[in-house]
């Protein structure tokens, strides 16, 4: 299993939008580099689910239950998009100045490469964030 981070405005699609439909698809990727990552996933892997813009903070996980697949809204058909189950909201919210201050995370692509909107995480940050946000 393969672990990542997909960032959205929550005035556009939020953690709780998620919850409500529980299965929803992660379409708007117009990042080559972010699309790379999506093709990536695989049935099960999981992710932190992170609100950005003013929020800035890891607020659920969610689970890759449909894997890579053309996004209608993008009329080029150069990007795709995967489809993500909701899980578990976290027990303590994990702010992006949180993940800065534990020298654990200094690599985290979120702390380098904080704009992209899908990246990976490693087993040794996943386990890190999860036990920071209350998490087994």
Same mark, same amino acid.
């Given at each position: #299993?393969?672990?990542?981070?997909?960032?959205?405005?929550?005035?556009?699609?939020?953690?709780? /939008?998620?919850?409500?439909?529980d299965?929803?698809?992660?379409?708007?990727?117009?990042?080559?580099?972010?699309a790379?990552?999506m093709?990536?996933?695989?049935?099960? /892997?999981r992710?932190?689910?992170?609100?950005?813009v003013?929020?800035?903070?890891i607020?659920?996980?969610?689970?890759?239950?449909?894997?890579y697949?053309?996004?209608p809204?993008?009329k080029?058909g150069?990007?795709g #998009?995967?489809?993500?189950?909701?899980?578990?909201p976290?027990k303590?919210?994990?702010?992006?100045?949180?993940?800065?201050?534990e020298?654990?995370?200094?690599? #985290?692509?979120?702390?380098?490469?904080?704009?992209?909107?899908?990246?990976?995480?490693?087993?040794?940050e996943?386990?890190?964030?999860?036990? #920071?946000?209350g998490?087994?």
């Amino acid at each position: #299993m393969k672990y990542w981070l997909v960032k959205s405005e929550p005035g556009t699609w939020s953690w709780d /939008d998620h919850v409500k439909k529980d299965v929803e698809h992660w379409d708007g990727v117009r990042n080559h580099q972010a699309a790379n990552n999506m093709k990536a996933m695989k049935l099960g /892997d999981r992710a932190f689910f992170y609100h950005s813009v003013n929020e800035k903070q890891i607020v659920g996980v969610i689970e890759v239950v449909k894997t890579y697949y053309p996004d209608p809204t993008d009329k080029t058909g150069k990007f795709g #998009m995967v489809d993500f189950k909701a899980l578990e909201p976290v027990k303590t919210l994990v702010t992006l100045a949180d993940i800065k201050a534990e020298p654990k995370l200094k690599d #985290m692509v979120l702390v380098k490469n904080s704009r992209l909107s899908v990246q990976p995480v490693t087993s040794a940050e996943w386990k890190t964030v999860c036990r #920071m946000a209350g998490l087994k």
